[in-house]
């Protein structure tokens, strides 16, 4: 069964940082491009950052430009996300999912993992 795991959420202070891991179980994740989406209490899911299959071209919300990293070490078949200078704003449940595209349509992402949850408060 395809299936993605998100680890690495928590609770931390406005400023600080956390890494998120996306991890694939039952399938090679280097043949597929990935991307983050957050979803707030109430909010729809919104798109975060992507990532190609090489990891060599990636894109970013501007929300997050400048603040947060996507990159994937294939190796590991492992996507993750670099979030810094964190606000609380940024909190949400974070998912990553993966498409036979770079940074397609929200309907082209084929397989989605559970969600990590990410809360920025003091």
């Known amino acids: 069964q395809l299936q993605l795991v998100e680890s690495g959420g928590g609770l931390v202070e406005p400023g600080g940082s956390l890494r998120l891991s996306c991890a694939a179980s039952?399938?090679?994740?280097?043949?597929?491009?990935l991307g983050w989406f957050r979803q707030a209490p109430g909010k729809e899911r919104d798109w975060v950052a992507c990532?190609?299959?090489?990891?060599?071209?990636?894109k970013y919300a501007d929300s997050v430009e400048g603040r947060f990293t996507i990159s994937r070490d294939i190796a590991k078949n492992t996507v993750y996300l670099q979030m810094d200078s964190l606000k609380a704003e940024d909190t949400a449940v974070y998912y990553c999912?993966?498409?036979?595209?770079?940074?397609?349509?929200?309907?082209?992402?084929?397989?989605w993992g559970q969600g990590t949850q990410v809360t920025v408060s003091s």
């Open positions: 999912a993966a498409a036979r595209t770079f940074c397609p349509r929200y309907i082209d992402y084929t397989n």
């Open positions: 039952g399938f090679n994740l280097n043949y597929y491009a």
């Open positions: 990532i190609n299959r090489s990891g060599g071209i990636t």
